[in-house]
């Protein structure tokens, strides 16, 4: 692993995540949300905030695919996984590393949607709002950031970096 420049350290995303995990204690107090994990890049955060929320919690995973090894969407989506979960009737919470594009997140959401669940909120750890193309609502977010291309604490290029403990902005020359 070659070194790169730390956009976000640690314990600045320790300190984050666990607000994020007293805000959404609050919010859903006397409820049991279910957590959604969009594997893969989430794995980290989604077991960090989970952890710092004092509530009854039900955990559920689903797999998408957009970025097949580049460091720019391809802009098309797939979710990977069949998606049998019926979230009628439950308060889900989609946990995501990070909005990019939104096209991933607009594409669950609708599939979610169908299940008729009884409330949908996001939590993303960062959001990179000025790559939008699609206009989503994320209901918590942990950082904004700049247009760079990030990796670390889940977030990976071609598969690696996801066991960085920090967020890094991946060294130009690794990118093929
Ligand atoms: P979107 O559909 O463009 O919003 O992209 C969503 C997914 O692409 C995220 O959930 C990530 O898995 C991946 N992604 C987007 N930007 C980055 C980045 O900077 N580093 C690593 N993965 C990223
Ligand atoms: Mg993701």
């Not at 994020?20 to 107090?29: A, C, F, K, N």
């Not at 439950?90 to 991933?104: F, H, M, P, W």
């Not at 209901?139 to 890094?168: M, T, W």
């Amino acid at each position: 692993m070659s070194p790169m420049k730390i956009l976000i350290s640690e314990s600045e995303i320790q300190d984050r995540v666990r607000q994020l995990g007293m805000e959404i204690s609050q919010d859903y107090h006397a409820r049991i949300p279910t957590l959604v994990c969009v594997l893969k890049g989430s794995i980290i955060f989604f077991a960090d905030v989970m952890r710092a929320i004092t509530l009854d919690v039900i955990c559920e995973f689903v797999q998408i695919s957009s970025y097949a090894n580049k460091s720019i969407s391809s802009g098309e989506t797939n979710l990977v996984h069949n998606f049998k979960t019926n979230f009628k009737d439950t308060d889900i919470i989609i946990v995501e590393d990070i909005i990019d594009t939104g096209l991933s997140l607009t594409l669950l959401i609708e599939e979610i949607q169908r299940t008729a669940p009884a409330s949908l909120k996001v939590c993303s750890l960062l959001n990179k709002s000025s790559r939008r193309v699609k206009p989503v609502q994320i209901d918590y977010v942990g950082f904004e950031i700049d247009d760079h291309f990030v990796v670390g604490y889940g977030l990976d290029y071609a598969q690696k970096h996801r066991n960085l403990p920090h967020v890094a902005i991946l060294d130009p020359s690794e990118i093929s």
